[in-house]
């Protein structure tokens, strides 16, 4: 058994065709596992940040509005937000906690009242800038400063077909269903790329607040961790504390980033199964050509004492070999255009990203890492060993009469 690994590697070095051949099937996958990791990680990362911020690493609603989300129930809302914030000012990990109102609204900029739908948004200057990136999504203008004044969506802005100072009516309702309009001048037009920022209408809370007859209260409290990975963490601290008849959410266990998550998880997983399973096949060819042509030899071996375990080893070892040496040439040349792919991005455009079913930014960037490199390294041997069991257990399988009878 000590001589197995000395074994293996002349056996790699007696025909350097069919090696390169092994080693260059390794060196692709790799390669390529390293790229696309690196690319999904990035593209998941960066929707996942673009699904948390908006909704909150934490919510906190009333039961009723949380259970009834889609049909945004006004009246189903926290009465008063001051005690509750109060509270969590103290809260270990707490890095921001803010009230919103979401409405549905009808706006209009000519005389048709109610010509286009939206979303409106009420909620603090801070939290527009510091979670929502509104200030980076503006294509024009900027942010409301004063009671009156509004953001639009680019999609909305473009259905009203308005410009910066152009003043519109916006009809919505008061939490007890009356008809509630009201007046804002157009100071800025966003794009996100993606609904929560194109169809919707941004204003101060205190705005939306008299508008739906919700003068201390809100919807919604977001409530924010320093990771959003901590989401189940904070929300345990959060309903440890007496904060009245609520219900406390984090981010992952709410419709449909839960669901999200479980989709990002298996897309990543068949991705590199398959390219796993792929380069296996073609270690697994080359390695049954070696097998076939040293079927004499193995017969000679097994006579002298080899035995079958010796006999997968030997093969198994010989691959391991190889994809050590196409492993770090793989992993290196993918972090290379990882790298690359970090630094420069690849453009999609407004109308791809904006067609996506998640939110996503026009320009997509890799997200390498060192523990991406080591994963398609230790894939890699995974390949190595896959690809060469079957071609090992032939090897094994080999009785030494009939091989040296067979003259092979």
């Given at each position: 058994?000590?001589?197995?690994?000395?074994?293996?590697?002349?056996?790699?070095?007696?025909?350097?065709?069919?090696?390169?051949?092994?080693?260059?099937?390794?060196?692709l996958?790799?390669?390529?596992?390293?790229?696309?990791?690196?690319?999904?990680?990035?593209?998941f990362?960066?929707?996942?940040?673009?699904?948390?911020e908006?909704?909150?690493?934490?919510?906190?609603?009333?039961?009723?509005?949380?259970?009834?989300?889609?049909?945004?129930?006004?009246?189903?809302?926290?009465?008063d937000?001051?005690?509750?914030?109060?509270?969590?000012?103290?809260?270990?990990?707490?890095?921001?906690?803010f009230?919103?109102?979401?409405?549905?609204?009808?706006?209009?900029?000519?005389e048709?009242?109610g010509?286009?739908?939206?979303?409106?948004?009420?909620?603090?200057?801070?939290?527009?800038r510091?979670?929502?990136?509104?200030?980076d999504d503006?294509?024009e203008?900027?942010?409301?400063?004063?009671?009156?004044?509004?953001?639009?969506?680019?999609?909305?802005?473009?259905?009203?077909?308005?410009?910066?100072?152009?003043?519109?009516?916006v009809?919505?309702?008061t939490?007890?269903?009356?008809?509630?309009?009201?007046?804002?001048?157009?100071?800025g037009?966003?794009?996100?790329?993606?609904g929560q920022?194109?169809?919707?209408?941004?204003?101060p809370?205190d705005?939306?607040?008299?508008?739906?007859?919700?003068?201390?209260?809100?919807t919604?409290?977001?409530?924010?961790?320093?990771?959003?990975?901590r989401?189940?963490?904070?929300?345990?601290?959060?309903?440890?504390?007496?904060?009245?008849?609520?219900?406390?959410q984090?981010?992952?266990q709410r419709?449909?980033?839960?669901?999200l998550?479980?989709?990002?998880?298996?897309?990543?997983?068949?991705?590199?199964?398959?390219?796993?399973?792929?380069?296996?096949?073609?270690?697994?060819?080359?390695?049954?050509?070696?097998?076939?042509?040293?079927?004499?030899?193995?017969?000679?071996?097994?006579?002298?004492?080899?035995?079958?375990?010796?006999a997968?080893?030997?093969?198994?070892?010989?691959?391991?070999?190889?994809?050590?040496?196409?492993?770090?040439?793989?992993?290196s040349?993918?972090?290379?255009?990882?790298?690359?792919?970090?630094?420069?991005?690849?453009?999609?455009?407004?109308?791809?990203?904006?067609?996506?079913?998640?939110?996503?930014?026009?320009?997509?960037?890799?997200d390498?890492?060192?523990?991406?490199?080591?994963?398609?390294?230790?894939?890699?041997?995974?390949?190595?060993?896959?690809?060469?069991?079957?071609p090992?257990?032939?090897?094994?399988?080999?009785?030494?009469?009939?091989?040296?009878?067979?003259n092979?």
């Amino acid at each position: 058994m000590r001589l197995l690994p000395a074994l293996a590697l002349r056996n790699a070095l007696r025909s350097p065709a069919r090696t390169g051949l092994t080693a260059l099937t390794i060196v692709l996958g790799t390669a390529l596992l390293t790229m696309s990791t690196s690319w999904l990680t990035g593209v998941f990362e960066e929707s996942l940040s673009s699904a948390a911020e908006p909704v909150g690493h934490v919510r906190i609603a009333d039961p009723d509005y949380a259970r009834r989300e889609a049909l945004l129930p006004l009246y189903e809302n926290i009465e008063d937000t001051a005690p509750i914030l109060a509270k969590l000012k103290d809260v270990p990990g707490v890095q921001g906690a803010f009230p919103r109102i979401t409405a549905p609204v009808a706006l209009s900029a000519g005389e048709e009242l109610g010509e286009v739908r939206g979303l409106a948004v009420g909620a603090p200057d801070a939290w527009y800038r510091e979670r929502l990136g509104l200030a980076d999504d503006l294509v024009e203008g900027r942010l409301p400063s004063g009671p009156e004044e509004v953001v639009l969506g680019a999609t909305l802005a473009k259905r009203l077909d308005v410009a910066l100072g152009t003043e519109i009516v916006v009809l919505g309702q008061t939490q007890d269903g009356s008809m509630s309009p009201l007046k804002a001048k157009v100071v800025g037009v966003a794009s996100g790329g993606s609904g929560q920022v194109d169809l919707a209408a941004f204003f101060p809370l205190d705005r939306i607040q008299w508008m739906t007859d919700i003068p201390d209260g809100a919807t919604e409290i977001l409530v924010y961790a320093g990771d959003r990975d901590r989401d189940v963490a904070l929300a345990d601290r959060l309903r440890a504390l007496d904060l009245g008849e609520v219900v406390v959410q984090p981010w992952s266990q709410r419709d449909p980033w839960n669901a999200l998550l479980g989709l990002i998880s298996l897309v990543r997983n068949m991705l590199n199964g398959t390219i796993v399973f792929v380069t296996a096949l073609g270690v697994w060819n080359t390695m049954m050509m070696s097998v076939l042509e040293r079927q004499a030899e193995i017969g000679v071996m097994r006579a002298m004492g080899l035995t079958r375990f010796g006999a997968v080893a030997l093969f198994v070892i010989e691959a391991l070999c190889i994809a050590v040496i196409g492993g770090v040439v793989g992993v290196s040349l993918g972090a290379m255009g990882s790298l690359w792919l970090e630094t420069h991005g690849i453009e999609l455009g407004s109308r791809v990203s904006a067609n996506l079913p998640i939110a996503v930014n026009t320009r997509l960037y890799a997200d390498f890492t060192p523990e991406t490199a080591l994963s398609a390294f230790l894939l890699g041997l995974l390949m190595a060993v896959l690809g060469s069991a079957v071609p090992a257990m032939r090897a094994a399988a080999i009785q030494p009469v009939e091989a040296i009878r067979a003259n092979r």
